[in-house]
């Protein structure tokens, strides 16, 4: 096959979207972006960015921030290991960098929670150094232009892919390169329906539309089922807010805030009194009201929520829980979206 390269990236140049991370592609901007954009679409990180940016303008403000801050700032983009990952990384980059980050794949690497893919973008595209950065989009256009119905998800099989991404790469541009190989994925040669080999600077060369085979093509692995997990929520409020906890420091959703709950469980209302009043709560003899039935699908796991609302008279709150008011859940406490459908009744 020929070098790909020439045609990629003069359809690049004329066809790119202007990105803020794209027109300034400082490594912190690039890094951000990168963190913000796994599992989530370009148009729904942007505000988030812009806000992040505002917020923590720079690496040294990323190390200092506090938890409760990060967390809020982060609350709708899900998750929220990355953030986590994020401010571990920007204090060692303070502590061993001076608050830039390296110049150097390997040590970028090296970061918590910087993947192959996130070192070899900054690497590449804010250090304009020679390296892959390849993602789901790169591994879909080359799984099509060499036909290849290697497993994508499999490790040799990715590497096999990287080594062809490398042999068109030219050094001098690799960022750009990279950056217009995505670009391609992400508009041309898209994963949901039918490619636009119309628009494809590369498709006199791609031998999946000359076979006629792109729409086989990646080939993945099939997705492990994911594991239902019924979870009960209480909303008990009082005249000093919702009653919330936080989460544990690891784990799923770790560390951020959620009403009462009981994971594996469905319990019926008479059960989430008596559970409630076992917390030392005095729950009076208001009937409660149920909550909608609804569902959060993570990674690996379905939550089945299920639950009731209830009001109580003033009194502290349980060992391990405090009151938080409408405007403190707004404001302070990071709620995650996995209660998206009970935020209208806590906020
Ligand atoms: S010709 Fe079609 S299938 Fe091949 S790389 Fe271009 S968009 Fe993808």
Redesign the pocket.
Known sequence: MENISPALLEWFYKNRRSLPFREDPTPYHVWLSEVMLQQTRVSAVLPYYYRFLEALPDIPALAACEEEKLHKLWEGLGYYSRVRNLQKAAKLVCAQYGGQLPADYAALLALPGIGEYTAGAIASISFGLPVPAVDGNVLR?FS??YNDPGVITEPAVKKAFTARVMEHQPPEKAGDYNQALME?GAL??VPNGA???GQ?P??EV?R??AAGT?AQLPQKAKPKPRKIVPVTLALVESPAGFLVQQRPQKGLLAGLWQPVLWEDEHLLQAEVLARLTALGLDTGTAAPAALPAAKHIFTHIEWLMSGVQLRVAAQSAPAGYVWASREQLRTAYALPGAFRAYKPLLL
């Open positions: 256009v099509r232009l391609l041309v040669c490619p636009l080999c494809c590369l498709a791609c999946a539309r792109t």
